[in-house]
């Protein structure tokens, strides 16, 4: 799957190819620069990196191998209403291992074979694993904008799951998890939008307006230097990012705010 990029995060121990987030933040790149519609960002930024950083060792043994293969597929359900979520507006509930609620605008869970639900427990906000080929998860396609990937409702009846993380401490650990993939996701855009300038350049070349090339005039010139301008400070902030991330400092949630 993807050549072997499922895995680049994941210690070989486990099968994968033990890399690091700078040589993810490259394969990020170039998939924003292909806009492929392949749930690689669903799975390796959010779901993965939740699995590494807060997983116990049994789960580690039996879901990171089956990612690197491309036989497990993950996502990370938070959303449940229009609103941004907060650690006060989570609903879906977690009681006895069981979870019950609805998570909406879930990536790629219509392909994904398990999921990091976001929940609320006895003790406050966790992080469970959930197997979503249990016939108690009823998910739906949702309509999106952005017809390059998938979005879906998945509806949670006394469904079994495994803590993912410290219970009660999930908000910080989900925090932790958005701070890493706002990066990477800075990097796919990155990627997109360089490959719209380039099309935009050689359009601008070749297509001739009045016997002239219209690169060749004033307005067209300054709309692309404008884009390459926005890009490399865009390149700039998120290599800032990404040195927060290689070092794990502590500028991180700073960096991914620029």
């Known amino acids: 799957m993807l050549m072997g990029w499922t895995g680049i995060r994941i210690p070989e121990e486990y099968e994968g190819l033990g890399l690091g987030h700078l040589e993810l933040c490259v394969v990020a790149e170039e998939l924003g620069r292909s806009l492929a519609p392949v749930p690689f960002s669903s799975s390796v930024y959010l779901f993965t990196e939740a699995i590494i950083k807060y997983a116990s060792e049994e789960i580690k043994q039996e879901i990171l191998p089956k990612l690197v293969s491309g036989e497990c597929v993950g996502t990370l359900a938070v959303t449940e209403d229009l609103l941004a979520p907060t650690e006060n507006n989570i609903s879906v509930t977690s009681l006895n291992e069981e979870i019950n609620g609805k998570k909406i605008a879930v990536p790629d869970a219509g392909i994904a074979t398990h999921a990091i639900v976001v929940c609320r427990g006895d003790s406050g906000i966790e992080l469970r694993l959930v197997d979503l080929n249990q016939s108690s998860c009823n998910i739906d396609n949702q309509e999106n904008i952005d017809e390059s990937r998938g979005h879906f409702s998945i509806d949670f009846t006394n469904t079994k799951s495994q803590i993912v993380g410290e219970a009660g401490n999930g908000w910080e ?63 700039s902030n998120s290599f800032y990012g990404a040195w927060a991330l290689l070092t794990d400092s502590s500028e991180l949630d700073d960096a991914k705010m620029g």
């Open 173 to 235: 650990l989900l925090q932790s998890i958005l701070n890493q993939a706002a990066v990477l996701f800075s990097f796919e855009q990155i990627g997109g939008s360089q490959a719209s300038l380039d099309m935009a350049t050689s359009y601008a070349k070749e297509r001739f307006a009045f016997g002239r090339a219209i690169g060749s005039y004033q307005a067209i010139k300054h709309k692309l230097a404008d884009m390459y301008i926005s890009i490399t400070l865009a390149k």
